[in-house]
Nanobody, 123 residues
């Protein structure tokens, strides 16, 4: 199982950014992909997760209405669209995957991780 996260960078408050998570090495429809983030001195937290079979998604309370997770089956890629970012969204963003019986977005349930991509929100 391999996950490759990309797309991070410096973005101004109120701007937009799109993260990508390209995956390989497992049967696409069986898994859940999640985006998580970790700021300095803080624990890794869930941002959003998506069921690759039916596209159902969950969002953390702090990003609802601003972030959107979506997938491209043909490209085997999951995206996180970040709109109206805030300085508190600054973190290293990771994508992870898990084989779950139901859609959940808890960090401890995810087995495989990408390398992380830095998102910095600053004017």
């Amino acid at each position: 199982v391999q996950l490759q996260a990309s797309g991070g960078g410096l973005v101004q408050p109120g701007g937009s950014l799109r993260l990508s998570c390209a995956v390989s090495g497992f049967t696409w429809d069986y898994y859940t992909i999640g985006w998580f983030r970790q700021a300095p001195g803080k624990e890794r937290e869930a941002v959003s997760c998506i069921n690759l079979s039916d596209g159902r998604a969950l969002y953390g309370d702090s990003v609802k209405g601003r972030f959107t997770i979506f997938k491209d089956n043909a490209k085997r890629t999951v995206y996180l669209q970040i709109n109206s970012p805030l300085p508190e969204d600054t973190a290293v963003y990771y994508c992870g995957t898990a084989l779950l019986p139901a859609l959940e977005c808890r960090v401890g349930l995810y087995d495989f991780w990408g390398q992380g991509t830095q998102v910095t929100v600053s004017s």
